[in-house]
């Protein structure tokens, strides 16, 4: 017996990929310093000096870090702060 | 000699510069007033990076709503480093002006290093001696003052 080929509901895909939450990567690049860097994400976000470290460490050893999330405005405006500071930060959807 | 920054009891930041200092300083202010005047800067290029990949449509967008908010947040750090180095002798900043500061020599750097063509760690190799002071130079600046503003987090 052949089961009835399923029925992909486009409208579901579209909500729950609209759900999806934003964040915000910062890229690797060889001008920016590691200390700079941890300042940045420390006055930026109130992280921790060992989370804004450990994010930093991820930048420049993975190449990039998501360093932080949520709803597309909020993570908009956070990409315009590292701007402003000279981070290479872009936004993607995860 | 005496420390660049210090930070005064009352939370702000006390800046002494010589006058070899401030005159470079100064010429890097004119170089980043000259950012864009350039078809294909790599300064540019490396300020104005764009906040989407692959996906110049949002890229574009977020640029329309973004930019301008941008170029008037660095002009005006521009001002404070520019009035901070036309003051005689140390000069005390409240903090977001210190702030100021270290973004805008920051950005010096960045637009230094691009334009004298670093993309990737080895391209330091390749600089010459005046491209390496200059950059070392700004280095150790944000260095101090990255130092002296962590302290206030």
């Not at chain 1, 964040?23 to 860097?37: C, L, S």
């Not at chain 1, 006055?43 to 991820?58: D, N, Q, V």
């Not at chain 2, 300083?25 to 290029?45: H, I, N, R, T």
Request: aromatic share 6%.
């Amino acid at each position: 017996m052949t089961s009835p080929a399923p029925v992909i509901d486009s409208h579901v895909d579209e909500a729950t990929d609209k759900d999806r939450p934003w964040q915000v990567v910062v890229w690797d690049d060889p001008v920016n310093t590691i200390p700079y860097v941890i300042y940045v994400f420390r006055k930026l976000f109130g992280y921790s000096e060992r989370k804004a470290t450990k994010l930093t460490m991820e930048v420049h050893h993975e190449g990039r870090s998501a360093v932080s999330d949520g709803p597309r405005e909020k993570v908009e405006a956070q990409c315009y702060q590292l701007h402003a500071y000279g981070l290479w930060a872009t936004i993607e959807q995860t | 000699m005496a420390r660049r920054f210090q930070t005064t009891r009352d939370g702000r930041v006390s800046l002494q510069l010589d006058p070899a200092e401030s005159a470079f300083l100064a010429d890097m202010v004119a170089m980043l007033e000259s950012v864009g005047q350039v078809e294909g800067d790599p300064g540019e290029k490396r300020l104005n990076v764009p906040a989407y990949l692959g996906d110049a449509e949002a890229a574009e967008d977020w640029r329309q709503r973004m930019g301008d908010r941008i170029e008037i947040g660095r002009s005006g750090d521009r001002d404070v480093l520019r009035s901070a180095i036309e003051t005689e002798g140390r000069v005390t900043l409240q903090p977001e002006k210190a702030e100021a500061i270290l973004r805008v020599v920051n950005e010096a750097r960045l637009v230094l290093a691009a334009r004298l063509g670093i993309e990737v760690e080895s391209d330091y190799e390749q600089l010459d001696p005046g491209g390496i002071v200059a950059l070392h130079y700004l280095g150790l600046f944000i260095e101090d003052l990255t130092g002296e503003l962590s302290r206030m987090l």
